[in-house]
């Protein structure tokens, strides 16, 4: 039986970055994922340039496109360009060479890792908490954080986030070539997904598409809609394979801490309701997690109570206003794009939120106003 300062449930983005934040800091960390391996990673890759901060190390390596325009459509047109301003604000990386350089990185900082193993209970004992897994081994850590992603089984076992978590339906994939996305482009289709949006994200020589349903349990089963998807963003061939993946969701603020243990990224119900972005809240909580677990190891802080209330203010806040936007948009997404993505200024507003630079609370009460008082006519 090992003891360790941490002990983190999941080896994914959340996990690895929480680890390699820790590791900086001079503490013993493991990490034990369920995962050998994963050859693809589902995710549409999209990250502000400006999470950088957040992360201890270069990524340029997991970097394949550095987006200047994002383009809207409705139904394969009406098209709609926004300008992304700065220098390169927002990147396209593949998550599995990020996902690499993470965990490579963190074991050069003395990290372990345990991949393929499956943990099996957790209890706390003498006030530390013993992680036992399904080779019989345990495990013994000060903190315990847990990031095993949307289908986390630990979280709602802690009472970390909702207690009834809300889902988003997605289907990923990724085709060979661009089809005719600009390699510095990013698009958004709308109208073909009931309560949704489809995307592509460019990376070197692939996109990667997905199509996602945010609102009333919405379905994705429909293969011809599917396919007039794809064909807009100039694919022909209709063999491809698709990965399901229910998304958990922002769903209001709640705790995501408890007395040495806390969740972070997708397990804490940090995705975008709106836009179903991951990466950003991902990088963010766990950065603040490796704060607060070192403020509270090195005596200056008593309890984890600190993360909660910093998530819930930097991340919290717009979110509450995206889930707004998003059960007004998507109930009523023809108005919605007329009134919302057409307006001369909301283009630039959107990218601004990918980009970083704004938040869902900077314009949600007049776009929510327009959409309201338009859908009653």
């Known amino acids: 039986m090992k003891g360790f300062d941490v002990v983190i449930i999941g080896g994914g983005l959340s996990g690895s970055s929480t680890a390699l934040n820790l590791s900086k800091k001079g503490y013993s960390v493991l990490v ?5 391996n994963q050859a693809y990673k589902p995710c549409a890759g999209g990250m502000a340039s400006s999470m950088q901060k957040f992360l201890p190390l270069d990524i340029k390596d997991s970097i394949e496109s550095k987006i200047k325009n994002v383009e809207f459509r409705w139904k394969a047109s009406d098209n709609v360009i926004a300008d992304l301003t700065g220098e390169s604000p927002f990147w396209i990386i593949k998550r599995e ?3 690499q350089l993470l965990l490579d990185e963190s074991i050069r900082n003395g990290v372990q890792i345990i991949s393929g193993l499956l943990v099996e209970k957790i209890r706390k004992k003498n006030d530390n908490w013993e992680v036992t897994c399904n080779n019989k081994n345990k495990y013994i850590s000060k903190f315990l954080v847990i990031a095993d992603g949307s289908q986390s089984k630990w979280a709602g076992y802690f009472n970390l986030g909702p207690r009834k978590p809300k889902f988003a339906n997605t289907i990923s994939l990724r085709l060979k070539g661009l089809g005719e996305i600009p390699r510095d482009a990013v698009r958004f289709e709308f109208g073909f997904i009931k309560y949704g949006f489809a995307w592509a994200f460019p990376l070197k020589e692939s996109l990667n598409i997905g199509l996602g349903t945010f ?11 599917n396919n007039q998807v794809i064909r807009s963003f100039g694919f022909d061939d209709f063999s491809y394979k698709t990965i399901n993946k229910k998304l958990r969701i922002w769903n209001g603020m709640h705790p995501i801490n408890g007395e040495k243990i806390l969740a972070v990224g997708d397990a804490a119900s940090l995705c975008d309701p709106f836009l179903a972005e991951g990466i950003r809240p991902s990088l963010i909580s766990s950065f603040y997690a490796a704060e607060c677990i070192d403020h509270c190891l090195s005596g200056r802080l008593d309890d984890l109570n600190l993360y909660t209330k910093k998530i819930n203010n930097d991340w919290g806040k717009s979110m509450a206003w995206g889930r707004r936007i998003a059960q007004v948009f998507y109930r009523f997404p023809r108005t919605g794009y007329q009134l919302g993505v057409k307006r001369k200024t909301a283009p630039k507003r959107i990218a601004q939120i990918l980009s970083g630079e704004m938040s869902y609370e900077d ?8 959409l309201l008082t338009n859908s009653r006519i």
Request: glycine share 4%; proline share 0%.
């Open 215 to 225: 609102i009333n349990n919405g379905h994705l089963e429909n293969q011809a809609i």
């Open 97 to 99: 060479k990020l996902d």
């Open 363 to 370: 314009i949600a009460k007049r776009v929510i106003r327009r």
């Open 32 to 36: 034990i994922e369920k995962e050998k």
